[in-house]
């Protein structure tokens, strides 16, 4: 049975496949690079040469992470002219100021200090030296910052009026874009991911050293700072992304029903915890469910006994706004990611707080059961990040602008599925080598031996040993 592929559905997978991709390495980089930060501000400030040690141990796993996720960042921005030249030329005098800025300030501040970072051990005054990590780090935000106001922008559009002249989208206000709602809460729920991301992968690398009795002593210090500074930021990220549905049931309401797979306006609405079937319009009840009362109304109105619209309600409301037509996500993928989200992260949370009781107790590097599980425990990160993407760009669908233009007309006229399908494969290949480059760079570095301390100048500086 053979079958047909669109060209919209090629573009999807193509650009979904890179984007996942890509932020796989965002997070690390942001959260990394703030960890760094902290590592080589302790040395700074005590003198403490394992800290140094450690700066440059987790260093190489920042500069390893940006490397190769740099690449997959630029791949993204062309597909925007070539797969969705249609959306661009619709979006673009929105789009492309963000966008711009992002790219000529932030990355450049990033990339520029990184290099000065990487090349001025032992050519930088200490305290210069030190400014242009954090720098490192500023540029990293600042970077998401921009990329989440465009998205958030798509989410809900502000700040524009539409051309009667040309039928596109004009900026009219950068602050309204900067200070959309949906904006601020997505990106104080990415800066939070990132910080869970980098202090997991922290915990991961530093609980396999100490299983193996290596460096125990060292490595004892950064597994206290990334439990110091995961336990906050799973506990915030939990609840800035719940105030997170609570803006998208006023913007985005079907993306909120789809997400608990409810098809009918509810009061009080429950919140499903697991259930079998009930994802499809011909079948929409499920044979199976386990449901919180009251959880979904207090999840997105912060009332107990909130009206929560569904689905079909939402949907004829759009048919009669918008036109004919079947406005739903795939219900099944909404209801599931947040779902994935919810309880992994949750589960960090627990295990943050276990490794903290195992710090207090001076059990940590003798907790076997512990450190396992925070080794294999670096995974679960990255999956709640991708469940939140695909939760956050599913959702939307079917519209790749809410409320004005739809996926299916964002798509480039005069680019041919086969077209598409050759660079979809070209990006497959590729993107896989560069994960196994990747992977086998980090574990490879991860598990080197930590550097002796490297030897001073008459500045108390360290000589550029350079063994990144």
Same mark, same amino acid.
């Given at each position: ?15 979904? @496949?890179?984007?996942? !991709? ?28 394992? !800290? ?30 070539? @797969? ?21 300030? @932030? ?102 050293? #100490? ?15 990334? #439990? ?6 799973? #506990? ?106 919810? !309880? ?123 063994? !990144?």
């Amino acid at each position: 049975m053979v079958v047909a592929v669109s060209q919209l559905d090629l573009a999807r997978l193509q650009f979904a @496949a890179t984007s996942i !991709y890509h932020f796989l390495f965002v997070p690390v980089t942001i959260g990394l690079a703030f960890l760094v930060a902290i590592l080589q501000t302790v040395w700074h400030r005590r003198g403490d040469d394992e !800290y140094l040690r450690l700066t440059r141990f987790f260093g190489t796993l920042l500069l390893i992470n940006v490397a190769v996720g740099v690449v997959t960042g630029l791949v993204q921005e062309f597909q925007f002219g070539m @797969a969705w030249s249609s959306y661009s030329r619709f979006v673009g005098d929105v789009f492309g100021a963000p966008l711009a800025i992002e790219g000529l300030a @932030a990355f450049f501040l990033e990339s520029t200090f990184l290099g000065l970072w990487l090349f001025g051990w032992g050519r930088l005054p200490k305290a210069v030296h030190l400014a242009t990590i954090w720098l490192v780090a500023l540029g990293t935000v600042l970077s998401a910052a921009f990329i989440m106001a465009a998205n958030s922008w798509m989410q809900r559009p502000v700040g524009y009026r539409i051309n009667p002249a040309t039928g596109r989208a004009q900026l009219t206000s950068i602050w309204a874009v900067l200070t959309n709602s949906m904006f601020l809460w997505a990106y104080g729920h990415v800066l939070l991911a990132a910080l869970v991301t980098g202090a997991g992968l922290m915990l991961a690398v530093s609980a396999w050293h #100490l299983l193996r009795r290596s460096d125990p002593h060292v490595f004892r210090k950064t597994t206290r700072v990334a #439990l110091i500074v995961l336990v906050p930021a799973a #506990l915030l990220a939990m609840l800035v992304g719940s105030e997170l549905g609570v803006v998208g049931e006023k913007y985005q309401p079907m993306k909120i029903a789809a997400g608990e797979a409810l098809w009918n306006t509810a009061r009080p609405a429950s919140f499903t915890l697991f259930q079998i079937g009930g994802f499809t319009a011909g079948d929409p009840t499920p044979t199976f469910a386990i449901k919180a009362p009251h959880g979904l109304s207090f999840l997105a109105t912060n009332s107990w006994n909130g009206k929560v619209q569904g689905m079909n309600q939402i949907n004829a409301q759009y048919q009669q706004k918008y036109g004919p037509g079947d406005y739903r996500p795939n219900v099944f993928v909404a209801f599931w990611s947040i779902r994935v989200m919810a !309880y992994l992260a949750g589960l960090v949370f627990l295990l943050a707080l276990w490794g903290v009781w195992l710090l207090r107790r001076q059990k940590i590097e003798t907790s076997t059961w512990f450190l396992r599980l925070a080794v294999w425990a670096v995974v679960i990160p990255f999956i709640m990040n991708t469940a939140g993407w695909a939760l956050t760009e599913n959702g939307r669908q079917p519209w790749i602008v809410q409320g004005l233009q739809l996926t299916r007309n964002g798509v480039s006229p005069s680019v041919s599925a086969t077209t598409i399908a050759i660079s979809l494969v070209v990006f497959v290949l590729l993107y896989g080598a560069m994960a196994v480059i990747d992977a086998v760079l980090m574990i490879r570095f991860a598990r080197r031996p930590i550097a002796p301390t490297p030897p001073l100048d008459e500045h108390d500086v360290p000589v550029p040993a350079m063994t !990144y």
